[in-house]
């Protein structure tokens, strides 16, 4: 087992251009995640799913949207990158209700906004 | 909203035992989680307390004690590869999602 995959590792983008990240995993999991760290904040909760085709907002969703068309990938969009958004970003998953507690997190993809 | 309380930095010895604290303020509480982070890689589940008491794990032990709002993990036996940070997080009842700390980096110097 893979168990979460992340694509790309690195990225660097320029002011304006837009990109998605894949998240993939085979641990048949129903619950995906999406988060970002920066340095001192912690993990912050972008979107997340419960389901496939089903999507929610989390804490920090603006500028980013996601789409879960299929079970085991959920992808992660920025349609007009900013400086902002220059972060580390993680994606999780897990079962499911019973056991949201225990995620299993994705190597991160690290992208900086020129 | 929620928030949550952890020291910024924790320094410790080899061997010895340490207790990273974590203070919540939160509306529905339902249980605490740790996670542990080995520079900027990806994080790791190391327990979950929902009831009070103290939950362990091998080296690891994780309490929680919900009329004070307050929860710990302590590490005993301290080792080099313990040296990460390590994050608390809350989750609510009614929800599917994880609130994060900001996290304790934790120092073993031999």
């Known amino acids: 087992n893979a168990g979460v995959t992340q694509t790309p590792k690195f990225r660097v983008l320029k002011t304006g251009q837009s990109m998605t990240l894949l998240c993939a995993q085979d641990?048949?999991?129903?619950?995906m995640y999406w988060y970002r760290q920066d340095p001192g904040m912690g993990l912050r909760l972008i979107h997340y799913?419960?389901?496939?085709?089903?999507?929610a907002k989390g804490e920090v969703p603006d500028g980013y949207n996601v789409s879960r068309l299929k079970k085991q990938n959920f992808l992660l969009g920025l349609e007009s990158a900013a400086p902002s958004q220059t972060s580390v970003y993680f994606c999780?998953?897990?079962?499911?209700?019973?056991?949201?507690?225990?995620?299993?997190f994705g190597p991160g993809t690290r992208l900086t906004v020129l | 909203g929620q928030s949550l309380e952890q020291p910024s930095e924790v320094t410790a010895v080899e061997g010895a035992i340490v207790q990273i604290n974590c203070t919540y303020q939160?509306?529905?509480?339902?249980?605490l989680s740790w996670y542990q982070q080995h520079d900027g890689g990806a994080p790791t589940f190391l327990s979950y307390?929902?009831?009070?008491g103290l939950e362990e794990t091998g080296r690891f032990s994780s309490f929680l004690s919900r009329s004070d709002s307050y929860g710990y993990l302590l590490l005993q036996e301290l080792q080099m590869k313990d040296s990460a940070s390590y994050f608390c997080?809350?989750?609510?009842?009614?929800?599917?999602?994880?609130?994060f700390g900001k996290g304790t980096m934790l120092l073993v110097s031999p």
């Open positions: 999780a998953s897990t079962r499911g209700q019973s056991s949201y507690n225990e995620q299993f």
């Open positions: 641990m048949n999991h129903e619950y």
């Open positions: 799913s419960v389901g496939e085709g089903t999507t």
């Open positions: 939160t509306s529905g509480f339902y249980g």
């Open positions: 307390n929902a009831l009070d």
């Open positions: 997080a809350v989750s609510l009842t009614g929800y599917s999602t994880l609130t």
